[in-house]
């Protein structure tokens, strides 16, 4: 109980016998009240004008408070520990185990010069016998140059039979992903639940890649690789990537990204991007990870973090869409714009049987021999 005291200057309000209070004068109260709900009100509705203007509602920036804008810009040194999402895992936690493995899966993997790797993924569905994954294989076995790249190849292996086929083939690197409650063995068809799930799953092992401190080329397996593609990217980048169509620009983002072929380098900027894009799901939901970048590439929080998109040339990095049509100068081919895995196989078959030819060929001859390809055929 307060003190028997004169409340509130000026207002004639007294405490009678027994304690209570008999006010005589509402309008100062009523006046107050009235004055902090119109404040009170204002502050919503800026703040809500504010996000309306906002390229994204404040709950899709909620991970990205972390970045201390450009100036760090230096590359990860290699110390798992240098970033926050290691340093959240608690000791011992299910999550802490994977992160080890994967290191360790990494290390064995990576490249002597700059802790590069390769990186792909299988489930049961395309590690059947003759299946687009052998002739993935096949492609760096007999391209120019390519069968030491091999040595590098890291395989996300969704499911036991994808991670013991892996196992079956020399030199590669096998990593079993969990992804509790769900079943990845079946083939994931373009846009279901479960090819959404693996997706998104896809884009979250490749940020904890970024944050252990590798720089990763990520390439889908019905890509197939002739020539070695470091040649081409650029030193100093960021993020390089695939495309259906290229504008004759690396830099425009006018560009439809493809995320089958994707060079990325470590950093704080290439880190925050992949938060940004993983935490896409939920905003864009039913949307799978190509979509979804292709919708923040231009937002203004990449151009804030500093990060730079470049796009890969199709003269180069060709595709069904947009085939590299001189072989004298192709590096990969994707089965781009083609659907169902009976359809990729047939294509894919002849386009392995173009370039063996090519191969085949003296070097003085194959200018003026065979210098495109026959497909795409059934793929379009």
Same mark, same amino acid.
């Given at each position: !109980?307060?003190?028997?005291?004169?409340?509130?200057? +000026?207002?004639?309000?007294?405490?009678?016998?027994? #304690?209570?209070?008999?006010?005589?004068?509402?309008?100062? !109260?009523?006046?107050?009240? $009235?004055?902090?709900?119109?404040?009170?009100? /204002?502050?919503?509705?800026?703040?809500?004008?504010?996000?309306?203007?906002?390229?994204? &509602?404040?709950?899709?920036?909620?991970?990205?408070?972390?970045?201390?804008? &450009?100036?760090?810009?230096?590359?990860?040194? #290699?110390?798992?520990?240098?970033?926050?999402?290691?340093?959240?895992?608690?000791?011992?936690? &299910? $999550?802490?185990?994977?992160?080890?493995?994967?290191?360790?899966?990494?290390?064995?993997?990576?490249?002597?010069?700059?802790?590069?790797?390769?990186i792909t993924n299988l489930n049961a569905a395309w590690s059947e016998p003759n299946s687009v994954f052998d002739l993935f294989l096949e492609s760096f076995k007999?391209? *120019?140059?390519? $069968?030491?790249?091999?040595?590098?190849?890291?395989?996300?292996?969704?499911?036991?039979?994808?991670?013991?086929?892996?196992?079956? @083939?020399?030199?590669?690197?096998?990593?079993?992903? =969990? =992804?509790?409650g769900v079943d990845f063995s079946g083939e994931a068809y373009f846009m279901s639940e479960d090819y959404l799930k693996m997706t998104w799953r896809k884009i979250?092992? !490749?940020?904890?890649?970024?944050?252990?401190?590798?720089?990763?080329?990520? =390439?889908? @397996?019905?890509?197939?690789?002739?020539?070695?593609?470091?040649?081409?990217?650029?030193?100093?980048?960021?993020?390089?990537?695939?495309?259906?169509?290229?504008?004759?620009?690396?830099?425009?983002?006018?560009?439809?990204?493809?995320?089958?072929?994707?060079?990325?380098?470590?950093?704080?900027? =290439?880190?925050?991007?992949?938060?940004?894009?993983?935490?896409?799901?939920?905003?864009?939901?039913?949307?799978?990870?190509?979509?979804?970048?292709?919708?923040?590439?231009?937002?203004?929080? /990449?151009?804030?973090?500093?990060?730079?998109?470049?796009?890969?040339?199709? $003269?180069?990095? +060709?595709?069904?869409?947009?085939?590299?049509?001189?072989?004298?100068?192709?590096?990969?081919?994707?089965? *781009?714009?083609?659907?169902?895995?009976?359809?990729?196989?047939?294509?894919?078959?002849?386009?392995?049987?173009?370039?063996?030819?090519?191969?085949?060929?003296? &070097?003085?001859?194959?200018?003026?021999t065979t210098r495109s390809w026959t497909v795409p055929r059934i793929c379009h």
């Amino acid at each position: !109980m307060q003190p028997a005291s004169t409340r509130g200057g +000026g207002g004639g309000d007294t405490l009678e016998s027994g #304690g209570y209070h008999r006010d005589t004068s509402h309008k100062p !109260m009523f006046f107050g009240v $009235a004055i902090k709900i119109t404040l009170l009100l /204002v502050v919503v509705g800026t703040t809500l004008l504010i996000l309306n203007q906002s390229s994204y &509602p404040l709950e899709f920036f909620r991970n990205h408070n972390s970045f201390s804008g &450009p100036s760090s810009e230096n590359s990860i040194a #290699g110390s798992s520990s240098f970033h926050q999402y290691t340093s959240r895992i608690p000791p011992s936690s &299910p $999550a802490k185990d994977e992160n080890i493995e994967l290191e360790k899966t990494l290390r064995r993997a990576a490249m002597k010069d700059n802790k590069t790797v390769i990186i792909t993924n299988l489930n049961a569905a395309w590690s059947e016998p003759n299946s687009v994954f052998d002739l993935f294989l096949e492609s760096f076995k007999i391209g *120019n140059g390519t $069968a030491h790249l091999l040595d590098h190849l890291v395989v996300y292996s969704f499911d036991k039979t994808a991670f013991e086929r892996c196992k079956m @083939a020399a030199r590669l690197h096998c990593y079993a992903v =969990t =992804t509790e409650g769900v079943d990845f063995s079946g083939e994931a068809y373009f846009m279901s639940e479960d090819y959404l799930k693996m997706t998104w799953r896809k884009i979250d092992l !490749m940020r904890t890649v970024l944050e252990l401190g590798y720089d990763f080329v990520y =390439t889908d @397996a019905d890509v197939m690789w002739f020539r070695d593609p470091f040649k081409k990217f650029y030193a100093d980048g960021d993020l390089e990537m695939s495309c259906d169509l290229y504008k004759g620009n690396y830099s425009d983002l006018r560009t439809t990204a493809n995320t089958g072929l994707t060079y990325v380098k470590s950093s704080n900027r =290439t880190i925050e991007l992949y938060k940004f894009w993983y935490n896409g799901r939920e905003y864009f939901p039913g949307r799978h990870d190509q979509d979804v970048l292709n919708m923040i590439k231009s937002k203004p929080f /990449v151009n804030r973090i500093g990060l730079e998109f470049r796009f890969l040339d199709t $003269a180069h990095f +060709g595709g069904f869409c947009e085939p590299s049509n001189d072989l004298d100068e192709v590096i990969t081919m994707h089965a *781009n714009c083609c659907f169902t895995f009976q359809n990729k196989m047939h294509d894919l078959t002849m386009l392995i049987d173009d370039w063996k030819r090519y191969m085949a060929l003296p &070097p003085s001859n194959r200018n003026s021999t065979t210098r495109s390809w026959t497909v795409p055929r059934i793929c379009h």
